[in-house]
């Protein structure tokens, strides 16, 4: 039988998986997920699934004692120094201190009120990352005994009593929810837990399509829990908290028992986007150095080369709207345009990009990341959503992001007159009007 | 533009009431100092109405709701996780002129689960508010519309499962007045019908939950008139005086079944079908559909305790689906006789 072969398999690599953590300072224990083919709630009826690989899992969701441990290990994190553009005013709202979570928070209790930023940095502290989309629902579709229960109408109930729930006032401790097939824990039942590509969940009815469409492409209208949780995920941005999400991290099957260097880590604490250590490679085949943006404000968007519409008509409202500008504005802003597809635009593509839309090279920076982690990366702090179609193409949000001289976010709209409104304004005017 | 979500700004003050207290306004206050063409808007629970608008020029206004997700009691007994614009179902009562611009915030409570969005049907624009308004728990949204038409409009959440946000109770009614405000009457209540599907059985008692099997069948377990079995029943009945005209705002939140609204001893004299502004005059039952709503005005001749029903039976007497007015006042013999002894049929009659 299939899942005794799975579920045998799963014991050993638990086994090991502790074993290797002994001594580092790694996350909670992991389970390994077997992969498979996943597909999207609100994927079309068309779309083919997406493999997904054998994964390793937290047990259970991260802790306030290992959150802490992390605030301390890394007080850049700490509540009370975190730059309000990595997470909004309810993080970790629930502790009594920076450095004390108290009795609303206790220590064996899932840490919530993190963002997306906060949560990444630290998975990424103990050698891991947030899971992706179609990692997490892989892992949450299994019952005890099944790898999918999801057309188990009583297994769908289960969850649904529990999102209708509304929010205790202190949440129970991790663990003392029944192990799912992979040995995964409270993935239902406790808290939403972030993914790292939330940005692929299109707000339904904004930027794709109504919530109508949502229902009627979706491959199982039946499945009301990961309609849910797709909605939710349509309605965050990187720095949303809430006092019901948290998070668990994965791992890579062959996970090294050692953290990850610390420059992959640290990046992200002073929000700047120039500190993320995420390459881009420009039209001239070179990696864009962060010296040809920072002290500049930036406009910054997305866009790939295939793009039949909306980014052709993105590039020439940018245009109009830097020609618009007053000369010394003009003069000072930088156009960053972010390719969503490194498989296919090469530096050939963005110069011939370039070159027929007449930009100029000093002032226009066309870039490709180096990979599609590093593409929602970008996307993701930029405030941009995608998801990848199955004719080659991607759904994305229209937003364009202003950055500050130092590469920090000052503001994200689909509406370029809002973008241009604020680069007419000095950044202190505006941050003292919000 | 959209701003981009400020928690500092959230405040779960119930500025609406404070307002309206500390200036004494009957319905509106201005809100700050510099903007004196924003009106900050009173809405109501069921079945209470704000005060109509009556004859002003249409204005600027502010309505804020707030999204509840909070456990009450849907039956004797029976507890259910209902989701709210407002705290109560149905959603607060909102009461604008035709060309009113209303500026709606839409303040998704930190405590709630879920993200929530408003769809309102007074609004023209693609989506009703929805994508306007979708908003993370914790998070406030807001859009501006003008209300072009004048009538009775449902709003409800829009947020995928629609179906599942709507029958946990996320619906309202927004009245539009046309220009000179509604005639004058003497009673105005608000009356909201809704389907819901509990795990357990009709009258289980303790905790329930959202049936999604049940919801898909259209098979609901409760029918019932504001939210809850009985809320407008016994000392909770809706009231009037003999000689009063009454007016009732009904609506339907659905989300599945079709209201066949009827007064039991009562003829509506007047009815604003489908809430707009066909009237109809001597109507005995009006048919609602869900998302619907209607207008319907009597004047009340004969003191007593008169049931409102979804006159497909079954729903009033074993799912819910009754509420009462109570008219009180002097007896109209001419109109209606009083009761009287029965009395045994005349021996040898055919």
Known sequence: ?434 | MKKPPSRPGWSPSTLLLLCSAAVGLPGACHRGSGDSHRVVLTTTDAPAVPAPVGERAPRREVVELEVREQVMSLADGVEYPFWTFGGHVPGKFIRVAQGDSVELHLKNHPANKLPHAIDLHAVTGPGGGTASTFAAPGQESQFTFKALNPGLYVYHCGTPPVGMHVANGMYGMILVEPPGGLPRVDREYYVMQGDFYTTGAHGQRGLQSFDEEKAIAEKPTYVVFNGAEGALLGDRALTARVGETVRLFVGNGGPNLTSSFHLIGEIFDRVYSDGGTTLRQNVQTVSIPSGGAAIVEFKVEVPGTYAFVDHALFRAFHKGAVGQLRVEGPDAPDIFSSPQEPRPLAAGAP
């Open chain 1, 1 to 434: 039988m299939r899942r005794t072969g799975w579920a045998a398999l799963a014991l050993p690599m638990v086994g090991a998986v502790a074993a290797a953590r002994t001594g580092a300072a790694l996350g909670p224990d992991a389970v390994l997920v077997g992969g498979g083919d996943y597909r999207s709630v609100t994927a079309g009826r068309a779309d083919p699934p997406r493999a997904v690989a054998p994964f390793l899992l937290d047990r259970v969701p991260v802790t306030n004692q290992r959150f802490l441990a992390f605030v301390r290990e890394d007080p850049r994190w700490r509540r009370d120094r975190l730059s309000r553009r990595l997470a909004d005013a309810g993080y970790l709202a629930g502790w009594s201190d920076a450095l004390a979570p108290g009795p609303a928070a206790p220590p064996r209790a899932p840490v919530v009120g993190v963002s997306w930023f906060a949560a990444r940095a630290y998975c990424a502290a103990q050698g891991g990352r947030l899971p992706t989309e179609a990692e997490w629902e892989l892992a949450a579709a299994a019952t005890p005994s099944q790898r999918d229960g999801r057309q188990d109408p009583r297994w769908r109930q289960s969850i649904l009593d529990g999102y209708a729930r509304p929010n205790p006032p202190v949440l129970r401790d991790v663990g003392l929810g029944p192990p799912n097939l992979w040995g995964a824990v409270d993935l239902h039942g406790l808290v939403w837990e972030w993914v790292a590509d939330f940005g692929a969940s299109m707000p339904l009815g904004k930027g794709g399509g109504s919530c109508g469409d949502g229902a009627s492409q979706a491959q199982d209208p039946l499945d009301y829990p990961a309609f849910l949780r797709a909605a939710l995920r349509g309605s965050l941005e990187a720095r949303t908290t809430t006092p019901n999400l948290g998070f668990r991290c994965a791992y890579p099957t062959t996970r090294q028992a050692r953290p990850a260097p610390p420059s992959t880590v640290a990046g992200l604490a002073g929000g700047s986007i120039y500190d993320w250590n995420l390459r881009l490679t420009g039209a001239d085949g070179r990696p864009v150095p962060a010296e040809r943006l920072r002290g500049h404000p930036v406009v910054a968007g997305m866009f790939f080369a295939s793009c039949p519409s909306v980014c052709p008509l993105l590039i020439r409202d940018l245009k109009r709207m830097v020609a618009a500008l007053p000369a010394p504005a003009r003069a000072d802003l930088r156009v960053l345009l972010i390719s969503l597809d490194p498989a296919r635009d090469t530096p050939e593509v963005l110069a011939y990009l370039l070159r027929s839309h007449g930009l100029d090279p000093t002032r226009w920076v066309l870039a490709v990341p180096s990979d599609d982690e590093s593409v929602r990366a970008f996307a993701t702090a930029l405030g941009i959503r995608y998801r990848a179609t199955p004719d080659g193409q991607f759904e994305h949000t229209r937003r364009v992001a202003l950055l500050d001289a130092d590469g920090g976010v000052r503001v994200q709209s689909e509406d370029l007159n809002v973008v241009a409104a604020a680069l007419r304004t000095p950044p202190g005017v505006a941050a003292a009007a919000q």
